[in-house]
């Protein structure tokens, strides 16, 4: 099955000026949400994270999925940078008419309308974009419009076109704030999160209790190879493009256990769920975390004969194929000097814009 997903062009138009223009200086905001007073109010954050943020995703997408889809409506608003065209030309961004279904993704848009609008303030402001662009085809509240309706619109068409969504950073925050859920029947995100974890608990396990040295960059892998292989930021889509074909069979992995996904095949979706808890209980043993009950075995080392704890067979296989290549991932550099690299490419690696991304992408062990 096509393992493909739905981007959002505000996305790729951060990450065309990213690369066009370098990193932003200024502040960008987002939504947070205040329960308690039933509001909500705009947070500043670094511009350059967001591009940073939608970079990095776009990269996981370009390597792990067959296709980005992107409404076609939307696309000037990055089709001017060349290296995205590369990844048009190569068939991964594949611009796509939505709105030619217009009355299918008006319903489910509405109800994640409803669902986003979980303070009063906002909902009272959603409404008064409606009522504004219907009469003058203007929103007075246009950032809301953009985040909260433009959203909505994209979870629709995740939902009425069965995909996968990667939001925009600024989106991404306000689903969560809200408490929206994106399906979990994509082999992609489970993989990731697996990563993830397993790397998060690789960096528990060597941190430094220090409070004060407790920041560690916390990211996905491909983003960080990605960067170890370029050398500027101009290289970075067509390196993309390049590790893509190299992790042609995971892809292909990632397709069947998709449509076991789609299927709702017990059987199937549990042949592809145990080679992912192969690869969890792989490295707990590499990183020390052995189950007690584990089985002894034998090994020989010369003339010796040595009692061992763990799951030889479990851990032969570990080494060949999918196995191998996800474990790679998850034990691959942390990706602390990489940012930094990364960070060169713009000349921001000493600088106040540097600082903020690096913040961003770290995570406090105390």
């Not at 709105?99 to 986003?116: A, G, H, Q, S």
């Not at 408490?179 to 397993?198: F, M, R, W």
Request: proline share 3%.
């Amino acid at each position: 099955m096509s393992q493909s997903v739905i981007s959002d062009n505000w996305s790729l138009q951060n990450i065309s000026e990213l690369l066009l223009n370098g990193m932003e200086d200024g502040e960008g905001q987002y939504i947070k949400i205040d329960r308690e007073n039933d509001s909500y109010e705009y947070k500043k954050i670094s511009e350059a994270v967001i591009q940073t943020e939608a970079l990095f995703d776009f990269i996981t997408d370009i390597i792990l999925r067959d296709q980005i889809i992107v409404d076609e409506k939307f696309t000037q608003a990055w089709k001017q940078y060349s290296s995205l065209d590369k990844a048009v030309n190569a068939g991964v961004i594949n611009p796509f008419p939505f709105l030619i279904d217009y009355e299918k993704l008006t319903e489910p848009r509405n109800e994640f309308v409803d669902r986003l609008c979980v303070t009063s303030e906002l909902r009272t402001h959603h409404e008064e974009n409606s009522i504004g662009w219907e009469k003058y085809k203007n929103t007075p509240h246009n950032y809301l419009s953009q985040t909260l309706w433009g959203g909505a619109g994209m979870l629709a068409r995740g939902f009425v076109y069965e995909k996968g969504y990667t939001p925009h950073p600024v989106r991404k925050r306000l689903f969560l704030a809200a408490g929206i859920t994106l399906p979990s029947e994509d082999a992609v995100i489970q993989l990731n999160n697996v990563i993830t974890e397993k790397r998060a608990k690789m960096s528990s396990v060597n941190i430094n209790h220090d409070e004060l040295h407790s920041l560690t960059i916390n990211m996905l892998p491909l983003p960080i190879q990605v960067i170890q292989e370029s050398n500027s930021a101009d290289e970075m889509i067509s390196v993309a493009l390049q590790l893509r074909d190299e992790y042609q069979e995971l892809r292909n992995w990632l397709g069947c256990y998709q449509q076991a996904l789609s299927d709702g095949s017990y059987k199937d979706i549990l042949k592809f769920k145990k080679i992912l808890l192969s690869i969890s209980q792989y490295i707990d043993s590499k990183i020390g975390i052995i189950d007690s009950n584990s089985p002894t075995f034998t090994a020989s080392i010369g003339v010796l004969k040595v009692a061992l704890k763990g799951q030889p067979v479990n851990a032969l296989k570990n080494q060949f194929g999918v196995r191998s290549m996800v474990n790679n991932l998850i034990v691959s550099r942390t990706g602390n000097s990489d940012l930094k690299k990364f960070l060169n490419f713009f000349g921001q690696k000493k600088t106040t814009v540097g600082l903020n991304v690096l913040e961003n992408f770290a995570k406090s062990s105390a």
